[in-house]
């Protein structure tokens, strides 16, 4: 019998880390990885499989495995090579794969000794006959996307029971579209290869069956192909409308999906249980989208757009984008605003960085406009050199438009854009002990942050009378959790939040 | 855990920072990020090191990945602050929350 350690490592604390929220949701990590049961599904009966999350527990660098894998994305790079790094010290054998060992190889190379590059599907169950057989190779590379058919249902019994608020289905790979900053396309390709929906269901059911109310179906683009996305959320509906407490699902959609003759998708998706989507809008800089090739985002109105969305009880989570070419000073100010009108209350904003393997990142070389390594997250800093400011202007813009969009105002500002396009709730929903359990911890986590925001969960119910309270659940959730980044910083600043715009006097 | 206080860990590391930013550098905000004077894994590294030396106490050379800020570093560093929660407050903020939450229905 073999013995192999999965680890999923720490990410570094981000917004996208949702660090600080166990209080709230009774979990210790937010979101589930299904890339290593995935990997732990493909392993044969002599093969024994063991995975560590550290999102919700201690990694233990003793004992002994015949291997090690460990998996990760760029925010979990340095942590991913430091777990290589000592379990190589203590003698046991170490693969890196998935995303970040794909796209950064030169980076991974020292710290592996065997490297996956690329989907897992064929590489894995290679590799493991090679290792059952006791000769195996340093570096394996998947040179063809997978069809989906081939990959197993995730084998979730090895997560640790309980432990994540989402789970997740993964209902697609890859990415039509060609964004010039995405490293998605790079990784999985522009042909987007999808599951059956009876497929999909069937995962979604085995999380059920585990105890999860809240499923994120993770696709790089869930309505990118209109057609599959209708089978999809047709057979899930079906599916959520015969449980007795339905599943509240999220997503990802681009903004395009609001258009006329896509409403009716969008009412699918709704009447499916699709309660959240994150949605890439970037930016209101209608230039930047032909800039970038991000040719969905090509929109007249984007305020509406988020509107319709929302109108249909869907809440939009934002992801934003500071320092493209076509920014000046006064976008932190245009993108403010934006968001405001929107009422986005969860936005997810970074610089732009040009990423390995990038189309950008090669632009960017041309240029001669790349600079050294990251030193911390990309909502703080970035490896380019931006064209119309300097990057201590874009820094310094980017930390105000942090500190400004969640300072407690105008997130309730952004609370109530949001409360008054969803409908009206014609009948009282009665709170049950699990809902009363749950304000309980939000009160608890709330009061400990301080006279400054111990009332921002009362302001922000009585915005929602008579609406439905699941996007505002999951709003304070995440509010909670971006201020303990923004103070974990040592960023956030209530008189710089104040501020109506970023003051540059004092920048070169 | 060092001796130091929050407030002396954070006034070093501002020194420290003006020094290396030669005398033509603007204040050092404590509250914006290493990036913003152009600190690269190079100087972080070092200067992870001599705050290492001064304090006594072991500081990891990825210090400001993680804490990205002069205030996030001594902060980190320095001893915990006691909690501030008002006794009652969140017994308080729930009861609102409740009779909000009622008045929606």
Redesign the interface.
Known sequence: MKRILLVNPLP??SLYSWPDVADITGRPGYIMNIALPTLAAMAPPEVEVTIVDEAVEALDFGGHWDLVGITGYLTQM?RMCDIADEFKRRGQLVAIGGPYASLSPHVVRPHADILFRGEAEHTWPAFLADFSSGHWQTEYTSHETVDLHSSPVPDIGKLRPGAYELGVVQTSRGCPFECEFCDVIVYLGRRQRHKTPPRVVDELEQLYQAGYRSVFLSDDNFTANRRRAAEIMTAVGDWNRSKPRPVALYTQLSIDVTRDRDLPLLDLCAEAGLRQAFVGIETPNAEAPREVHKRQNLRSDLVEDVHRIQRRGIMVQAGMITGFDSDTLDSFAVQYEFLQAAGVPMVLLAMLNALDGTPLQRRLAEEGRLK??L???AA??TNIIPKQMT??QL??GT?WLLNRLYQPRPFLERLSVFADQLPRRSQ????DETD?AF??R???S???L??EL??V??EA??L????D?HGLRTALVFYRSAVGVLR??????PR?GARPAPDFR?VA | MSTRSVAEIEAWLLTHLRERLGPDA??ID???????Y????LD?IALAAELEEWLGVAVTP?V????????????YLGPAPS????PG??????A???A??E???
Not at chain 1, 488 to 493: A, E, I, V, Y
Not at chain 2, 83 to 86: F, T
């Open positions: 570094s604390l340095r050294g390594l030193l911390s997250d703080l800093d990057s201590q820094v310094k930390v009282a929903v009665a709170s009363l304000w309980a939000v009160a608890t709330y009061a400990a301080g006279s111990r009332d969960p009362v119910a009585r929602f009378r008579a609406r309270t974990r910083w040592g960023l956030w600043d710089l004092s | 603007e204040d404590a509250h914006l990020p290493f990036s913003y152009g600190l690269d894994s972080a990825d400001a990945w993680d804490y990205p800020t002069a205030h996030a570093v001594a902060a909690p501030e929660v008002e407050a969140a017994d308080t903020t729930l609102a929350l409740l909000e939450l008045a929606s229905d």
